[in-house]
């Protein structure tokens, strides 16, 4: 069964400093995704991780994926207070599989101090 | 082209009345998932619809709960009787292909038992 850890639970930055949230799975899992969500709003997508070693950047955003290690990050540069958001990571089960549902890790609450 | 919306965007009920939640989703997408964001806790998948065919309802968590797709277009979760474990924030994504494409989620539901 894909189960998937996400650490920390909640992270307090100040401006201008890096940071990296954590994401392990525990099988094979085709997929790796990256969502954002401001309170009341949807989850947005950010990045979409296909393979071993891929990375993906946006901004002061950079996501990377292990498939050995089951491991994927997601980095913070330079943070900046717009950044303060929830963020979720969601591994999806083998294409060609019944159902691809995702599976949700407990989300990363980022909170963004001048 | 509309995103996929969700109504009401709150909704607060007695415990032991009866709730049902919209989703629309985004047009031709025949994919349409259902999850669940508990209070502090992962967001959990609770079933999948391939237009108007269940796919996966493994997640639902007991018969209380009822989600219909009639006609394949939205779909409607209906909770009856609602108990206080129930509150929580609703989601629906659409997709428009099974095989491993991206979920479009809506903004959720979020509803409060009391």
């Known amino acids: 069964e894909l189960k998937v850890e996400q650490n920390p639970l909640f992270l307090s930055m100040q401006e201008g400093k890096n940071y990296t949230i954590y994401c392990n799975y525990s099988t094979t899992s085709d997929r790796l995704y990256w969502y954002r969500q401001d309170p009341g709003k949807s989850l947005e997508s950010l990045f979409v991780?296909?393979?071993?070693?891929a990375v993906k950047q946006e901004g002061r955003l950079m996501a990377s994926l292990d498939t050995k290690a089951r491991l994927s990050t997601l980095h913070i540069t330079a943070a900046v207070h717009d950044l303060s958001a929830t963020y979720f990571c969601a591994a999806q089960g083998l294409v060609g599989g019944a159902t691809n549902k995702l599976i949700f890790g407990t989300g990363t609450l980022l909170a963004v101090q001048p | 082209e509309a995103g996929v919306t969700q109504f009401p965007s709150h909704s607060v009920i007695e415990k032991g009345q009866t709730v049902t939640l919209r989703c629309d989703p985004i047009s031709g997408h025949d994919n349409l998932y259902w999850y669940r964001r508990v209070m502090g806790k992962e967001i959990k998948f609770l079933l999948h619809?391939?237009?108007?065919?269940?796919?996966?309802e493994s997640g639902m968590p007991n018969n209380r709960f009822l989600a219909e797709r009639t006609g394949g277009t939205y779909s409607t979760l209906k909770v009856q009787p609602a108990e206080l474990e129930d509150s929580g924030v609703y989601f629906c994504a659409s997709s428009r292909r099974t095989g491993g494409t991206e979920a479009f989620f809506g903004q959720g539901t979020r509803l409060t038992v009391v």
């Open positions: 619809f391939v237009k108007e065919s269940k796919q996966d």
């Open positions: 991780l296909l393979s071993n070693g």
